[in-house]
């Protein structure tokens, strides 16, 4: 099974780094990585993706996000919050949100602080928690709305 090396590698004539491989990433055949759960889990995320090649193009990730949260025994401990239709979305439930896909975004960096992806990088992961803020500006802390201000304008 495929394997996402992270910040590892042997200085070769085709494969080196100046930095110790910080925020380099590769793919390795294992044929015996993995449990035989963890193997199905990827062949089924596998034959999903081949079944809906047509209408979804991208990966999503998924090989690379099911190994990390796996080697990192993640368990989503934050409840998820449901907002009805018509329901106000309040403080408490905004910062519940951002506390939640904090956790999950911080489970998916790599060990040397990088994002691995096939489109890599803080800033492909930050839109989904900027975006939220132009309609819940006023339910935000201004040291809170600062920080948001400061991603979208420069980074």
Known sequence: MWRL??????????LYSTNNYVGRQ??????NYGSPE?????EKARRDFWENRLNVKPSGDLLWRIQLLRE???EQKIPQVKVGDGED???ETATITLQ??????????G?????PAENAGPLFFLPPLVYPTY????????KFTSFINFIYYYC
């Open 111 to 115: 060990i040397d602080g990088h994002w």
């Open 100 to 109: 939640r896909a904090t956790h999950y975004l911080s489970a998916l960096q």
């Open 72 to 74: 990192k025994n993640f």
């Open 89 to 91: 979305i309040t403080y």
């Open 5 to 14: 090396k992270i910040a590892e590698g042997d200085d070769s004539p085709y």
């Open 135 to 142: 309609f819940l500006a006023d339910k935000f802390t201004p």
């Open 38 to 42: 963890h193997r199905e889990e990827v």
């Open 26 to 31: 590769t793919w390795e055949f294992d044929p």
